[in-house]
């Protein structure tokens, strides 16, 4: 049985952009998607959206 990723966090200065991100440009469905936190899934991958303190996320 071969390992896989059920979820994956990352980390965002703006949530909201970054949910649009990867529904309108990677096709994934939103679950929940609030200022601070959103959950997307693509398949059988979930990836969920944090809101980052300013010095230590990713850039959108």
């Known amino acids: 049985m071969a390992a896989s990723f059920r ?6 200065k703006d ?3 970054a ?6 440009g990677l096709d994934f469905s939103i679950d929940v ?3 601070h936190w ?3 899934q693509f398949g ?10 300013r010095y ?5």
């Open 33 to 35: 998607c609030t200022f």
């Open 19 to 24: 949910t649009r991100f990867y529904k309108e």
């Open 44 to 53: 059988p991958l979930k990836l969920a959206l944090l809101q980052s303190p």
């Open 56 to 60: 230590n996320c990713v850039d959108n």
């Open 7 to 12: 979820w994956i966090l990352q980390m965002h």
């Open 38 to 40: 959103a959950e997307l």
């Open 15 to 17: 949530v909201p952009r």
